[in-house]
């Protein structure tokens, strides 16, 4: 005779369950990480590359020209495990580090994981900003790390 470990109560509570779980991990409940690189040294060479990497995916290398942009954007995945960091090279100079990885990089959630997180990356002569806003002001980038 066989056993069910379900009851005919708990299998629609389960389903519920992992469809809530899916949802959740969709849309609404899972804002967008917005990670922003923005190329503010003073000279065209040597050329700056941004090289960012997860797990998961490998983004490849891009070489932005001052005043360039280059963004990309994630959900966290439902453990919250997510982990994107990036190299940065300019010339003889070079630099990696996390740009998303729980709350262990300066790029993380201050509170709730509600709404659209934006962080962006000046890169400078001696060192990179950040500002943790959506449309950044000077004034609103904090040093990150030096090359
Ligand atoms: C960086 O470069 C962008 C694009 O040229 C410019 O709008 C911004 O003001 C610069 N930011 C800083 C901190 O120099
Ligand atoms: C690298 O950094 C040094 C200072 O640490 C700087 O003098 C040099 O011009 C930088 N740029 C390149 C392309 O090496």
Not at 20 to 38: G, Q, R, W
Not at 42 to 67: A, K, M, W
Not at 84 to 96: A, M, P, Q
Not at 134 to 142: L, M, R, V, Y
Request: net charge neutral; proline share 5%; hydrophobic share 40%.
């Amino acid at each position: 005779m066989a056993y069910y470990p379900c009851t005919k109560f708990q299998l629609p509570l389960l389903i519920f369950f992992v469809n809530l779980v899916i949802m959740t991990n969709a849309s609404v409940f899972n804002p967008a990480i917005n990670e922003i690189f923005i190329n503010n040294i003073s000279r065209s060479t040597p050329p700056l590359n941004v090289h960012c990497l997860s797990r998961d995916d490998d983004l490849g290398v891009h070489t932005l020209e001052p005043g360039d942009k280059y963004d990309f954007s994630f959900h966290e995945n439902f453990l919250s495990t997510t982990h994107f960091y990036c190299k940065l090279k300019w010339g003889r100079n070079s630099s990696i580090f996390d740009v998303y990885y729980k709350k262990q990089s300066l790029c993380y959630y201050k509170f709730f994981k509600v709404t659209d997180l934006y962080c962006t990356w000046s890169v400078q002569d001696y060192a990179i900003y950040l500002a943790l806003v959506k449309n950044p002001s000077p004034s609103d980038f904090k040093f990150a790390y030096t090359w």
